[in-house]
């Protein structure tokens, strides 16, 4: 029986389900329930919606502790951890450096040292205090702001998985744009989910060429990349994703993928990746059991891998 297929947009990208079982229409009900459940999710953790619970805190917590839903304080709470066990490479505070550098509503642009300073006065989870007795936030000053963009999308992913288990679906894909993939079980006759990573490349019409074949059961995967987002001075990359320990774009790496069984740690964990890169590859890897990861260096336009439990083709 053919699979069934839902999908939308949401978070500023698309979301979509494929779904194998006996019964076209549950299988469709599942889907479209698990889909709401992202939408959901989105009306809750978008820095862009101004109804949002995230606009709602950033626009009051530098003035006093605010509540928020049990959901949103355990997402925040786990975020901290991450920070933490990354040595600040993930860090949701990271949203003034992504303005100063253009890339909150733009392409990207060079800005002032005085500028970013400015902006990482504003950055580190140090600035966020987290109360679990009556689960409120407050920020230590003015201007720190929360962005889950680095983690949200495979928080909302690993909710839908959990969406489709509890409605006894037992073979699924689910993905949040091209970064973040979960697995339930496996397609029909088969013994994995097959999902590739294809050669990052700099020019978005160059002929796309096989990296990896990823084998997924009930795992995450989620591949983080600097090219397609990014701009050149004096021969130079700069990227959008901003190291919050240094104020600058990560240098270096092009792409970084993470597997794991949950997809909300994978988001987190591969941007990490993709900053500390491949100096920081062991320090990451090691985080947790059992992690296979991925990353791909660029210097002098020659590309290297160095894969930890993936098996990778050789790139030119």
Request: hydrophobic letters at 45%; proline letters at 7%; one cysteine or more.
């Amino acid at each position: 029986m053919p699979p069934v297929t839902v999908a939308c947009h949401a978070m500023a990208t698309r979301f979509e389900i494929v779904l194998h079982g006996e019964n076209p229409a549950a299988l469709r009900a599942a889907g479209e329930e698990a889909l709401g459940q992202v939408e959901q999710l989105e009306a809750r953790l978008s820095l862009f919606q101004p109804s949002s619970e995230i606009a709602h805190l950033n626009a009051r917590a530098a003035q006093g502790p605010v509540r928020v839903t049990p959901g949103l304080f355990a997402l925040l709470q786990h975020a901290q951890k991450l920070c933490a066990e990354s040595r600040g490479a993930f860090d949701i505070t990271v949203g003034p450096l992504v303005r100063c550098w253009g890339y909150m509503d733009g392409k990207g642009r060079f800005p002032r040292p005085e500028e970013v300073a400015e902006a990482r006065a504003k950055v580190g989870m140090a600035l966020v205090w987290l109360n679990p007795a009556d689960l409120t936030v407050q920020f230590a000053r003015e201007g720190v702001t929360l962005n889950l963009g680095a983690i949200g999308k495979g928080y909302a992913v690993e909710r839908a998985a959990e969406v489709l288990r509890e409605t006894g679906i037992t073979s699924a894909l689910v993905h949040g744009g091209t970064s973040t993939v979960q697995a339930l079980g496996t397609p029909p006759g088969e013994e994995c989910w097959k999902v590739a990573i294809e050669t990052p490349s700099p020019l978005p019409d160059a002929p796309r060429t096989l990296l990896a074949t990823v084998p997924l059961k009930d795992e995450a995967m989620s591949v983080s990349a600097v090219w397609g987002n990014s701009f050149q001075v004096a021969g130079r990359t700069y990227g959008h994703i901003i190291d919050p320990r240094t104020g600058e774009p990560a240098i270096g790496t092009v792409l970084a993928a993470v597997v794991l069984p949950s997809a909300t740690e994978t988001d987190a964990l591969s941007t990490a990746l993709l900053t500390v890169g491949a100096a920081g590859h062991d320090a990451i890897a090691r985080l947790r059991p059992g992690m296979k990861t991925l990353v791909v260096s660029e210097s002098s336009g020659k590309l290297s891998v160095e894969a930890k439990g993936i098996t990778v083709r050789s790139v030119e």
